[in-house]
């Protein structure tokens, strides 16, 4: 009774190894060979052989189970904690100077997408610098967000009335840059604040340009209102015919980061978005 009870822990203790993958069934049948004769003897044998004879393998597999299980634990806590970088983000260049200085030529940037093939729908937050598809030109636009559906834009002497009320617009310092040609230009910088309190910089040439005096634009619904921050170097929504109100459904994500830096063609990391850089 004293051997059936031994032989059966033994056949026991076999299939469990066989289970974890630690033994394969040829490893059994040499072990059967050794005819052994306690558990204790069993376990010393198989880890002697084990280790003995797959040191090498054994370290090399040991290295990368640590690697791949570190790798799906930044997966998963990158997913969780902010699914931006993970998925979202969709490198864009500027090309040209109409969102100055917020975004300069050249530079590159991340914008966090919409996914409106899985249903997903852009929420307009005022004062976002967001990536649209213009289907009258058949291209991206890049342009901030002030007017919502229902509200009256205007602009009146460079300044922006949203339902009758001014748009804070403060400062008045110089800025020099080039223009799409390349030619310098000197400009008055300053600083706009819409009513949920966004702040960023806006540049003028004058105040007295062709955009800087308009009629009164009604957002329909399902559409935005958005401006260049270059505002005498920029068409938007002020020009009905190329760009005018945009559809909710046609903006494509939001801008955050610039990392390239075009005029100093250097890495860089900025905020963008919201204003506050």
């Known amino acids: 009774m004293a051997d059936f009870q031994r032989n059966s822990a033994i056949f026991r203790l076999q299939n469990m190894f066989v289970a974890m993958g630690s033994v394969s069934s040829s490893d059994l049948r040499f072990k059967s060979k050794l005819h052994l004769t306690s558990v204790n003897e069993f376990k ?16 090399k597999k040991i290295f990368w189970s640590v690697f791949a299980l570190g790798f ?19 490198h864009y260049n500027m090309p040209a100077g109409s969102m100055l200085p917020t975004l300069e030529v050249g530079d590159q940037f991340l914008v966090k997408r919409v996914f409106s093939v899985f ?6 937050n005022r004062g976002d610098v967001v990536v649209f598809w213009n289907e009258r030109t058949g291209s991206d636009y890049v342009k901030r967000l002030v007017g919502l559906p229902g509200e009256t834009i205007q602009v009146r002497d460079g300044i922006v009335f949203i339902d009758k009320v001014a748009v804070s617009r403060t400062g008045g310092g110089a800025y020099e840059a080039k223009n799409d040609s390349y030619a310098r230009h000197s400009f008055t910088r300053f600083n706009e604040t819409l009513p949920n309190a966004v702040e ?3 540049l ?9 005096n308009t009629k009164e634009f009604v957002v329909p619904d399902g559409h935005l209102f ?7 170097n920029s068409v ?9 109100f945009v559809p909710i459904k046609d903006v494509n994500g939001v801008a955050r980061h610039v990392y390239y830096s ?8 900025r905020r963008i978005g919201d204003g506050r850089h």
Request: charged share 25%.
């Open 44 to 59: 010393l044998q198989f880890l002697t052989k084990y280790m003995n004879l797959d040191s090498s393998q054994m370290s």
């Open 72 to 90: 799906v634990v930044c997966v998963v806590y990158l997913s969780e904690r902010n699914n931006y970088y993970f998925h979202r983000a969709k």
């Open 119 to 124: 249903g997903e729908r852009y929420v307009p």
């Open 200 to 202: 960023y910089e806006i």
């Open 204 to 212: 003028e040439l004058s105040d007295e340009a062709q955009l800087d």
């Open 226 to 232: 958005v401006l260049g921050d270059n505002r005498d």
């Open 236 to 244: 938007d929504s002020r020009v009905p015919s190329v760009v005018g």
């Open 262 to 269: 075009g005029p100093e063609k250097s890495f860089i990391w």
